[in-house]
């Protein structure tokens, strides 16, 4: 007997076979490595310039080189798929977000660290800002996790926000922390890189289509 | 036809790792859509190469549609 056919759930594969292939991992975890090293000279430098315009270099770079991967790689081993208005949108308020989110937390510590502890509830981020930034990481990842179906992003979420508290309670420099676990998700990006390219081999198209 | 409904378009090589099919049976299922008008195929360029695009058509489209109706309209009919 026909059944009716999950249109969500074959929306959902669709949508997940173009995030399998890692590059998703890759690029957000050399935008947190970026962002760490970012913050890492601006504090060894004192307010380099190359420090204070990392966050800005990174985007202006990833996003291009995220999408050439994405047709180099991907596309030609798994196939191209149109998603239209609603599915380009998911990945673009993904990068949005993420970017947004790594913005708005320099900003915010840049701004907090030249107040000078005029305002209380800024003292109180710079105070606790590892478990700020800890929580609002699980929070961002979890949305997006959800949002995305990709259930990785949820272990990226807890990973950091164990780190952070573990960071702020032991005392480890928040720096160390953002670099180590950009490098863990580069990591695992790289790992299911090989994996999909294990998976998918080159294939010509002339053999496929015919 | 629920695999190119979800999306906008598509091409040959990702209906074919997406549905499982052989080649030959995906080629023969995606002629017989073209011959009802349900399936449009288009010849495009991306990156400077040749690459053919399925979409469903409209009529393709309000097809499957009337079809999710049917099935749905069959299931609620059946005893318990």
């Given at each position: 007997m026909s059944k009716e056919p999950n249109l969500k759930e074959i929306e959902r594969r669709a949508y997940m076979s173009y995030h399998q292939d890692g590059l998703l991992d890759i690029f957000a975890g050399l935008y947190v490595l970026g962002f760490g090293l970012g913050i890492f000279i601006d504090i060894v430098w004192e307010s380099s310039p190359i420090g204070l315009?990392?966050?800005?270099?990174?985007?202006?770079?990833?996003?291009?080189?995220?999408?050439?991967?994405?047709?180099?790689?991907?596309?030609?081993?798994?196939?191209?798929v149109n998603f239209g208005i609603r599915g380009s949108n998911k990945i673009f308020a993904l990068f949005l977000g993420l970017m947004a989110a790594g913005l708005g937390v320099f900003f915010a510590f840049t701004f907090a660290a030249y107040q000078g502890g005029s305002r209380q509830w800024l003292d109180l981020i710079v105070q606790n800002g590892m478990l700020v930034v800890g929580f609002g990481t699980l929070a961002v990842c979890t949305l997006f996790g959800y949002s995305m179906g990709l259930k990785r992003l949820y272990a990226y979420g807890l990973l950091a926000v164990i780190a952070l508290v573990i960071g702020h309670f032991v005392g480890i420099f928040f720096v160390y922390i953002l670099m180590a676990l950009g490098t863990t998700v580069m990591v695992t990006g790289v790992a299911l890189l090989i994996g999909f390219v294990r998976k998918y081999p080159l294939k010509g198209d002339k053999a496929i289509a015919k | 036809m629920a695999q190119l409904y979800v999306v906008q378009s598509a091409d040959f090589l990702f209906l074919q790792r997406q549905t499982q099919m052989t080649p030959g049976n995906l080629s023969a299922h995606l002629s017989k859509l073209e011959d009802a008008g349900y399936v449009e195929i288009t010849k495009e360029f991306i990156d400077r190469k040749p690459h053919t695009a399925l979409a469903l058509t409209k009529k393709g489209r309000d097809a499957f549609k009337q079809y999710r109706r049917d099935i749905k309209q069959i299931a609620e009919r059946l005893p318990e």
């Amino acid at each position: 007997m026909s059944k009716e056919p999950n249109l969500k759930e074959i929306e959902r594969r669709a949508y997940m076979s173009y995030h399998q292939d890692g590059l998703l991992d890759i690029f957000a975890g050399l935008y947190v490595l970026g962002f760490g090293l970012g913050i890492f000279i601006d504090i060894v430098w004192e307010s380099s310039p190359i420090g204070l315009s990392m966050p800005a270099i990174l985007i202006a770079t990833v996003l291009p080189i995220w999408i050439v991967a994405k047709r180099k790689i991907t596309m030609p081993r798994i196939g191209y798929v149109n998603f239209g208005i609603r599915g380009s949108n998911k990945i673009f308020a993904l990068f949005l977000g993420l970017m947004a989110a790594g913005l708005g937390v320099f900003f915010a510590f840049t701004f907090a660290a030249y107040q000078g502890g005029s305002r209380q509830w800024l003292d109180l981020i710079v105070q606790n800002g590892m478990l700020v930034v800890g929580f609002g990481t699980l929070a961002v990842c979890t949305l997006f996790g959800y949002s995305m179906g990709l259930k990785r992003l949820y272990a990226y979420g807890l990973l950091a926000v164990i780190a952070l508290v573990i960071g702020h309670f032991v005392g480890i420099f928040f720096v160390y922390i953002l670099m180590a676990l950009g490098t863990t998700v580069m990591v695992t990006g790289v790992a299911l890189l090989i994996g999909f390219v294990r998976k998918y081999p080159l294939k010509g198209d002339k053999a496929i289509a015919k | 036809m629920a695999q190119l409904y979800v999306v906008q378009s598509a091409d040959f090589l990702f209906l074919q790792r997406q549905t499982q099919m052989t080649p030959g049976n995906l080629s023969a299922h995606l002629s017989k859509l073209e011959d009802a008008g349900y399936v449009e195929i288009t010849k495009e360029f991306i990156d400077r190469k040749p690459h053919t695009a399925l979409a469903l058509t409209k009529k393709g489209r309000d097809a499957f549609k009337q079809y999710r109706r049917d099935i749905k309209q069959i299931a609620e009919r059946l005893p318990e």
